[in-house]
């Protein structure tokens, strides 16, 4: 079966520091990947998906990276943290192909910037 | 451009009423459907989809979604409530056509359930 692990599950960072989320899908091979951010009465945002390795799209402008260094892993990153940039953020893939909207979701990362 | 609206950031029930949360999408052509729950701290789950078959989908835990195209509805019910249901709830699509179908998400309505 398939299973998907991101971590770390909690993370509070100063403004200013880097970041490094990292996502791991066991189970299958060449899923679409996806980091989302959650943030409190403003639903899901999509930040990042891919479909293949270093085949990365930005949904949008921001102080975040992702980078799919292998099949199976997708990272998050930034430089420089700001403080908008605080929330819950969820790593998810889908099966490859046409894209029917089914999603399996990480356990999500909160984090916090002081 | 397509669009998903969830009625109601905050629904609260009495533990055995009925539940139920509603979405509406905008689209020219019948989408794809989805509800997704959150419990705290957790990533989402997805409950039911509507992929164009019958119109009214069973999901998991009790849950049930009837896909209404002349009302551009698809309302989330479950006939009693239990405590174990309170959570997020997300409602989101998938267009039919065209080159985009990545999900469009609804805002999400929190589900409370009352001892």
């Known amino acids: 079966s398939q299973t998907i692990h991101q971590w770390p599950a909690t993370l509070v960072q100063p403004v200013g520091s880097p970041l490094s989320l990292e996502c791991t899908v066991e189970g299958t091979s060449n899923p679409n990947l996806y980091w989302y951010r959650q943030a409190a009465g403003r639903g899901l945002q999509l930040l990042f998906y891919?479909?293949?390795?270093?085949?990365i799209s930005s949904e949008v402008p921001q102080n975040l990276s992702a980078s799919r260094p292998q099949d199976r892993q997708f990272i998050l990153s930034s430089k420089k943290l700001l403080l908008s940039d605080s929330g819950f953020y969820l790593c998810?893939?889908?099966?490859?192909?046409?894209?029917?909207?089914?999603?399996?979701f990480g356990e999500g990362s909160r984090l916090t910037v002081l | 451009a397509q669009s998903v609206t969830q009625l109601g950031s905050h629904v609260s029930v009495s533990e055995g009423a009925l539940v139920l949360l509603r979405c509406n999408y905008s689209s020219s052509v019948p989408p794809y459907l989805f509800w997704y729950v959150q419990y705290p701290n957790q990533g989402l789950q997805l409950l039911l989809k509507?992929?164009?078959?019958a119109t009214l989908v069973k999901g998991i835990n009790g849950f049930e979604a009837e896909f209404k195209k002349s009302e551009t509805s698809f309302h989330l019910t479950k006939p009693s409530a239990h405590m174990s249901d309170a959570a997020e709830y997300f409602c989101?699509?998938?267009?039919?056509?065209?080159?985009?179908?990545?999900?469009?998400w609804g805002l999400g309505t929190s589900l409370a359930v009352n001892p």
């Open positions: 989101a699509v998938v267009p039919w056509a065209g080159n985009n179908r990545k999900l469009i």
């Open positions: 509507y992929t164009s078959a």
């Open positions: 891919s479909i293949g390795i270093d085949q």
């Open positions: 998810a893939w889908s099966k490859v192909g046409f894209d029917t909207g089914e999603l399996f």
